[in-house]
């Protein structure tokens, strides 16, 4: 072991060791967490690939001195992210003739502390091919690129069981202010219509963010920008020896940075839609996504490669239909069925993901994605006589319509079933969706229905909070420090399908204290007993879930006058309360109302005095209400919230954060209750 | 799937002289074909042997609500030596790890077919094999099928129930595959069995000691029969010891001559509820159990027992050799891998210790200085010493010094008692001079220190052999514990209202000794410069003073950055810290530390913290409701699924909590409250009082809770509930201001 006196590679460990027990704050013991971290420091420090005794270039650390005294809270930038697009001919796995585009991106960042650190990520999978990916650094003036490769790992999401998400990414540290490195990447999208889209910003500062396209007369290509007002974009074209050169570029970009909730980045955010229409090859005119019509054909064709054979799920039908004699119970009964029995396991490696499981397979294995379910859920329906249609649709993260020929528009796969002149829209995995309601994630949404060669396009209905509501009702009395009394809850819509999703799925033996803890609103004062349900096999009902209910530590005792606090669960939804540094509104995802009726009666020798003050409060997606009305020796406090729509925008975040400021005040309120 | 809580490991564990790490990442892929054939018929044979615990497929009456029933489960492990090579090639001795494993579950709800919808299997080898099948509630039998299987990335767990044993203790990274089971539904049964073959080349090691497991018997769902079997040749021993009523490990014949069989049955456990102050391996019926490989008969300075005896426990003797003979071989190991020796370590630190002038120093004080220099090195790893190196490291340099010291055995109090040692590993080393005891150096630790883990328990004074392989002199001695005036947290709290009066503006000066030091110690320094005035604490030379002016200016720059990430990191870290202990938002946060307790003369830990806490203040009409006494943040809840208790009480260790909490009044109010507030429960067992008055403008709040012993028996758990709940129950207490009239 090296003892001599401290150096500054010595300092670089101790910043670095130190930075690396702050990542992993959340350890427990000293004893533990010094050997734990030790694994983790030996595994990053693995992957990190030091920068090494690199010198930055005195006009680069006075461009970094001055450039840090702009972005403050950032730790590097990039100076400049250009990509360039080229397009060819080729072949796809399926024999077609398809485009493939080739890009060429260069990197350059900039360190803005003396120690910082970037990861640079390059997604691929078995349509986009990363064929180029290097690091360089600085030394001086000239960069040397690094011998080593990216990290290679599977990005595969939680919830998906096999895919063929890949990325490769290069820790970058840096151990000066001024300390640069450039990042090279080549790749090529082996049908132009797997490059979708490209947003400008980055999740760090960018200077300059340019994307060029060199486009051949062979080929028409439209560049849908989207969300371009408000943002200054430059945009060229220009014509040269046979090609037209299509240049975006956007300065001075913020960072982009992930918040709780945020509304999604589609939204929001400026970017662009490249839009193969067509090309030609050899004399033949070859479409690509000209309209939508172009998206439904290639759809169609890979959802009709799945193989469907009816004569096996025959059986199965008739087993699900036994005992039913009207159409609209058979219906629910297959639907009740696909959502019950099957599982979501997904495979999405390469075609998987856009050609459905067959329905026999799905129903052999017992699992299925989104688009194996529709398409189980279609034939059994079709099968039995009904006419139903195997759909896609883009769930709400994603803003566009289908009149947008893209591949980005759709996201999952439905049901639409055409029945007594209404189309219903079964999701096969909104598991315990009651017929007829439709989850909020594709509310609103257009959906693009399968009809043999041609296709039709509904919206989802969108609803208000007032459908799925959480009401809430009990009845207190007064016992000594104690209240207790009977409360019931009762849910509606989404409210009740989430809760069937979540107790349906529990262990037997944890189902009753789950039932139990849901009339304690996570309050540990609460203590609820006697818990009955309405019937939960029932997906269709209203979950009423009701019991007797003690709750401690809500009644204060003070110089003979009692104090009380009726609001034992507000729902001040203090998640929501946007803080000083935040940059983007709201996406809840739901829409629901609450509505409570809390009701104390005391003694008739008894009164209730220091009674809050009414609140009203109404704003365009939200609004609530709150007023303790007194009668004689009982006391009702009535409160309703409706969350009307699921987005709060930027611009009003002020109100939002004084209307929950307000709710919570009004929540915060007691009442004293004092001899008459 | 969980983690398994059955094979835990020590972090200090054995000598490996093989072990496999790939850098490569795999990439997930599907089954090579051919792999399918061979994977079955490997596994086939399994089948055929006979397994009555296998035989029935119905579950007790008694666990019909259990989300599942783990109707069999059973690890077989063979160790076989083989040599192979002679005269025209390499002689190699390879030591074979042949597995086989049977599980058999019924899944009763969705919850547990969910948690099996997906299976894994090891296909490393080409002898391995995997069969998974069915069994559905009308008895039809269904196999899963392979095909469809993907690799697993490497670096991903392998839950609980599917990594092979060989796996588990080498570390090693065989590839493994996932496979989802179709047509699973509740009421299924499903099974598989498997059988894997793992190699380790033993040809230049003599001796390989392999990761100790410990079997915590009850598991996620009740087990009706689990059984664990080792066979070995007679080129390994076997160890085991039952705790806390688990059956025993037995010896039976085995069918190849020259093994021995090992066999562990346990029948009908119930799952165990995740409950306050349980030490598991103190409470849980559990067997732990491990395998040595020797190349000789007699393999000297091991732990181990005879050829085929199924060793359960050791004499003092055996354990003070072992220990003295480890702790002897320290000096020729590395410090950390690949570092220079312990040996060189140590010249190292005396040569540094003679440089800041130790030659007349007083003992005490020169081992003040020795500990200090031996912690300031370890402050700049990532990895903390063992404790048999920290002994061996620190004894040295007394002894370089002429200072005698004595060395201690014993085992860590969470883990047994000192006659239950079976494992090297297990034991823990402390060095005594005269009358104080001196453990191993964390990043925080002064001389003196006691570890939590290491307090109350039996030890032994073990000394050098008068001759090698002679006897050994071993005293027994306790090691001592604590009491709740060791271990104290003393919180120093003003506050009063913000001018809107809608919220509490707190300065809090929080105060730390003993083990609640140890406790809270890391979050106080995280994100202060401590690290780098270290070297004064043993009395060596400042960075900065060899430095040409050049090196220098890099430093200030460097130590100014370190400085100004650690000043924006701070707040938004005490922040969360703050908002997770009041569950509430905090604002205005500010931190400073005042003393960091690293040294002898300042031990206590000691910072304040400024903020704003927003729920605190309620209002009724014109007064206000002030909860003052939740200014002591959560306190534990006993809920009611825990309020029968079965086990005794491990609370690891006394301690002390003190609140002294000062609340302006605001101008124009008088307070109330103040009687009702006043609060005090106190037994053998530990106590809690709240103490309200008024004085001087202020209420002053007097709050104290105690713990006044590590272990208590359950029977005086109505005592415990007492004065827990009146903790609890206090903390959501207000005082009222009224305005004056």
Known sequence: ????????????????????????????????????????????????????????????????????????????????????????????????????????????????????????????????????????VKMGSKYITSERSGIDRSVTDENIFFDDSRVQYF??????????????????????????????????????????????????????????????IEKQQTKKGGYTNYVFIMKDLPAYKSEYKRIGRAYTDPHIIIQVKSFESKGESLKGFDKTADVYNWNNKLYNLAGNDKEKIKSTLSKITTGYTNDLDKIKAIYYWVQDKIRYIAYEDGYSGYIPASSQDVITNKYGDCKGMANLLTELLKLAGYDAHFTWIGTRQLPYTQSLPALCVNNHAITTLYYNGKEYFLDATEKYAPFGENAYRIQGKEAMIANGDKFDLKTVPLTTGNEHKIFTKADFSLNNELLTGKIQVSLTGNERKDFHQVYQELPISGKEEFLSSYLEFNNNNVKALDVKTSDLTNRELAVNISGNIELDNAVHTISGDKYVNLDFFPKTLGQYMPDEKRVAGYDF???????????????????????????????????????????????????????????????????????????????????????? | MQKSKSFFRLHAFVLFLFIIITQLAFAQNYIDDDFLDNIESNARFMLNEPAPAFADNIIPDKWKKESAVIMGYSRSVLFDRKSSGGFFSRKERSLYFLEKVRFKIKLNDNNSVQAFSEIYFRYGAK?????????????????????????????????????????????????????????????????????????????????????????????????????????????????????????????????????????????????????????????????????????SDQAKGALIGEKGELKKEFSKEELARKAWEDYEMVSESSLYDGSPSVQAFINTCWAELKKTGIKDLPAEQYINQAYYLIRNRILFRNQYLNDKKFAHIFGSLL?????????????????????????????????????????????????????????????????????????????????????????TAEIVITTELSPGKNSLLVARTSSYKGIHKAKNIDNALRFTPYILDDYKNYGGNSPMDNMKSKELEDYNNSIRALKEEYKKQKPEFVKESLQSEYNQRVGNVHFNLINDGRTQKKSTLTFKEGFELTDFVRKAGKKYLVNLAGLTGSQLQIKKGERERKYDIDVRYPRAFSWAITFKIPDGYTTEGLTELNKKVENETGSFSIVAKEENGSVILNIAKVYNARNISKTKWNEMLAFIDAAYNSSFKYILLKPKQ
């Open chain 2, 127 to 295: 002898e391995d094999g995997f069969i998974a099948r069915i069994i559905k509630a009308d008895g039809t039998v269904a196999n899963v099928d392979l095909k469809n299987a993907v690799g697993i990335e490497s670096g991903n767990n392998i839950p609980e129930f599917f990594q092979s044993f060989f796996d588990q203790i080498a570390y090693s990274q065989y590839k493994y595959y996932k496979i989802p089971v179709a047509n699973l539904e509740p009421g299924d049964i499903l099974e598989y069995i498997t059988t894997t073959k793992s190699r380790l080349d033993v040809t230049s090691s003599g001796y390989i000691e392999f990761e100790p497991s410990y079997e915590v018997c009850s598991k996620k769902y009740p087990v009706a029969h689990n059984e664990i079997i080792f066979e070995t040749d007679d080129k390994s021993f076997f160890k085991s010891l039952s705790l806390n009523g688990a059956p025993q490990f037995v010896k039976e014949n085995s069918a190849e001559k020259n093994f021995f069989r090992y066999v562990f049955k346990d029948k009908n456990r119930d799952v165990e509820k995740d409950i306050n102050f349980v030490s598991p391996f103190l409470q849980y019926p559990l067997v732990k159990f491990q395998v040595i490989y020797s190349n």
């Open chain 2, 399 to 487: 002894f370089q010094r002429d200072i005698k010291s004595d060395l201690i055995i014993t085992i860590g109090n969470n883990v047994g008692k000192l006659k239950e040692i079976l494992f090297g590993q297990e034991i823990r080393y402390i060095i005594k001079v005269d009358n104080k005891l001196y453990f191993n150096v964390t990043d925080y630790s002064n001389p003196g220190d006691l570890a939590e883990n290491l307090l109350d328990n039996e030890a032994y004074i073990i000394y050098a052999p008068a001759k090698k392989g002679g006897q050994q002199e071993i005293k027994p001695f306790t090691l001592p514990g604590t009491l709740a005036t060791d271990n």
């Open chain 1, 171 to 232: 820790p970058i540290r840096f151990t000066e202010k001024g300390a640069t490195a450039r990042i090279t990447v080549k790749k090529e999208y082996t049908d132009g219509k797997y490059l979708t889209r490209l947003f400008f910003h980055m999740p760090y500062p960018v200077l300059e963010q340019a994307f060029e396209f060199k486009v051949p007369e062979w080929l028409s290509v439209d560049f849908k920008t989207m969300n371009f007002d408000g943002f200054k």
């Open chain 1, 589 to 676: 995802d739901y829409v629901l109302s609450f509505e409570d009726e809390l009701a104390l009666t005391i003694p008739v020798t008894k009164k209730f005095t220091d009674i809050p003050e009414k609140l009203e409060l109404n704003f365009e997606g939200y609004d609530f209400k709150g007023e303790y009305i007194v009668t004689g020796n009982k006391i009702t406090l009535k409160k309703s919230l409706a969350i009307k729509k699921s987005i709060i925008n930027k611009a009003d975040l002020t109100s939002w954060k004084n209307f929950l400021d307000s709710i919570k005040e009004f929540s915060s309120y007691f009442f004293s209750i004092t001899d008459k």
């Open chain 1, 1 to 136: 072991m090296n003892l001599t006196p401290l150096k500054s590679t010595t300092l670089m460990k101790i910043f670095s060791a130190t930075r690396f027990r702050q990542q992993f704050a959340v350890l427990p013991s000293f004893s533990c967490s010094k050997l734990i971290r030790c694994f983790c420091f030996i595994a990053i420090a693995q992957c990190f690939h030091l920068a090494g005794l690199t010198q930055a270039h005195p006009a680069d650390v006075a461009q970094a001195e001055m450039l840090s005294k702009k972005y403050k809270d950032d730790n590097v930038i990039c100076l400049s992210s250009y990509h360039y697009f080229t397009f060819d001919k080729g072949k796809n796995s399926l024999d077609e003739k398809v485009v493939v585009i080739q890009e060429d991106a260069e990197m350059e960042f900039l360190s803005l502390k003396k120690y910082s650190a970037l990861t640079y990520p390059e997604f691929y999978n078995k349509f986009i091919r990363l064929k180029t990916f290097k690091k360089a």
